[in-house]
Nanobody, 122 residues
Framework: QVQLVESGGGLVQPGGSLRLSCAAS????????IGWFRQAPEKEREGVAC????????HYYYSVKGRFTISRDNAKNTVYLQMNSLKPEDTAVYYC???????????????WGQGTQVTVSS
């Protein structure tokens, strides 16, 4: 059974850091794309970062470029999202999902995790 489980969210002050984890089961991180998305209250879900495991390429939404880093650990079958210089506008529920290739088109993604809350506040 394909499953993704997010963890690592929490409350952090502006300028702080968090590392989110997306643990995959039921499949291996080969020839797939794993993406991180977020959804703030009353806003649509938006893409944040994506990694294509076939060639290792990474892609970032403009609002997080230079602050967030997506990476993977094949041995642990886990994808990470390192978030630095966090801002209040980064507050949202963060989800990971799986598809065949990186795209910001949310409808292309599946196997969504349950999400993890990130709150950036002083």
């Amino acid at each position: 059974q394909v499953q993704l489980v997010e963890s690592g969210g929490g409350l952090v002050q502006p300028g702080g850091s968090l590392r989110l984890s997306c643990a995959a089961s039921g499949f291996t991180l080969d020839d797939v794309a794993i993406g991180w998305f977020r959804q703030a209250p009353e806003k649509e879900r938006e893409g944040v970062a994506c990694i294509s495991t076939s060639d290792g390429s990474t892609h970032y939404y403009y609002s997080v470029k230079g602050r967030f880093t997506i990476s993977r650990d094949n041995a642990k079958n886990t994808v990470y999202l390192q978030m630095n210089s966090l801002k209040p506008e980064d507050t949202a529920v963060y989800y990971c999902a799986k598809t065949d290739f990186c795209t910001w088109y949310v409808a292309r993604w599946g196997s969504w995790g349950q999400g993890t809350q990130v709150t950036v506040s002083s």
